[in-house]
């Protein structure tokens, strides 16, 4: 789950390249973790857009959350650049607050970024939700206020036993109606997944 920093062309260009270099990073074997896949993206980044040249630098880069699921044992490894994960593990809300840093851009100096893994043990039937910020940081609501991640947290809280599709359904209709007649502000990605 990714969401590149900027808008228009800056913010279209950062996605292309993400999107590879991940499709890249996530295929080679000598990587083992989630956290050293984003490392490397992350290094990636800051060389080809010479964000280690000072007069070159640009602020472009991507938050997300890598995220590594053992099919067999559902254990799940998972990796995050300043984005938060909502677990739910035998029916209890787990929430995951993402890291301090993003990937590429100028404000840490990719040597100096830590990304960790952390490790769950999860049972068929458990549920991650990773989103991007344009879910929670939607204005709407009759006072024109963000959605913002309580409000998410109890809306995932009120639907996470029902189906899938009726969850997708009520996190769309959610969005909608908060959002009115207010302008969208930033792209939305939601990705739910059941184990």
């Not at 043990?121 to 006072?143: H, N, V």
Request: proline share 4%; net charge negative; hydrophobic share 35%.
């Amino acid at each position: 789950c990714a969401d590149s920093t900027g808008h228009g062309v800056p913010g279209g260009f950062m996605s292309v390249m993400g999107t590879t270099l991940i499709k890249d990073i996530c295929y080679r074997s000598d990587l083992e973790s989630p956290s050293e896949m984003l490392a490397l993206l992350d290094h990636e980044i800051h060389r080809r857009l010479n964000q280690n040249i000072e007069a070159e630098r640009s602020n472009d880069g991507m938050d997300l959350i890598l995220c590594d699921i053992n099919l067999e044992t559902y254990v799940v490894r998972i990796a995050s650049a300043m984005r938060p994960v909502i677990l739910y593990v035998n029916g209890e809300q787990m929430y995951i607050p993402g890291s301090r840093n993003s990937v590429g851009g100028t404000i840490i100096s990719h040597e100096d970024k830590v990304f960790e893994d952390r490790v769950y043990a999860m049972s068929k039937g458990d549920l991650i939700y990773m989103f991007s910020d344009g879910y929670t940081d939607q204005f709407g609501g009759p006072l024109g206020k963000k959605f913002k991640i309580a409000r998410l947290r109890n809306l995932l809280k009120d639907i996470h036993q029902k189906p899938m599709t009726e969850q997708y359904q009520h996190i769309k209709s959610t969005f909608d109606l908060w959002k009115g007649d207010q302008p969208q502000i930033d792209d939305v990605l939601f990705l739910g997944i059941q184990l």
